[in-house]
């Protein structure tokens, strides 16, 4: 069985500020995804970023970038420059064997202006 | 846009009806995904269809069942509505079958159907 947690249920940023999400997880398969995706007020879930378990380079996405840990199972997500549309509700997953995503309870980003 | 079409956007039900959501995946995508989302219950999964045939189950209720059919759209039926169902339910797609830590991987989400059960 898969777990994924998100310890902070909701952080706040300055604009052009850096802020990190954290994310957690337990997965007994060998391959696996880890994704985050955000949510903003419209409810679409749109993906932010992916990596692959079995590259060590952490990926990156324009101003998104993830720091993955393999051994600690720790995925977080850093968001650089931050801005106002970054304002959402932003979800850790975790994809195996079985096809679906496993989810974790999401981090409320507030942007400050 | 992901897309992934859903419809209806909203559905407003009484308690002990019977609903059909649809989902029509990305074109050549042939998996879809059913996830629920809730407020106390956050974001999970429920079914996981490949090509017209059923791959994984998660969190699913006996009431409620899905298809694929032969041109991929998808329907969830929820039928026996309890207060409890009022949820967003999402659709995904992508291309793999074996899932989502095999080849792509990556899940395009619809705009999901508000289900809202009074």
Known sequence: AQTVTQSQPEMSVQEAETVTLSCTYDTSESDYYLFWYKQPPSRQMILVIRQEAYKQQNATENRFSVNFQKAAKSFSLKISDSQLGDAAMYFCACGGSQGNLIFGKGTKLSVKP | DSGVTQT??????????????????????????????????????????????ERAKGNILERFSAQQFPDLHSELNLSSLELGDSALYFCASSVAGRGAGTGDGEQFFGPGTRLTVL
């Open chain 2, 8 to 53: 209806p956007k909203h559905l407003i039900t009484a308690t002990g009806q019977r609903v059909t959501l649809r989902c029509s995946p990305r074109s050549g995508d042939l998996s879809v995904y059913w996830y629920q989302q809730s407020l106390d219950q956050g974001l999970q999964f429920l079914i996981h269809y490949y090509n017209g045939e």
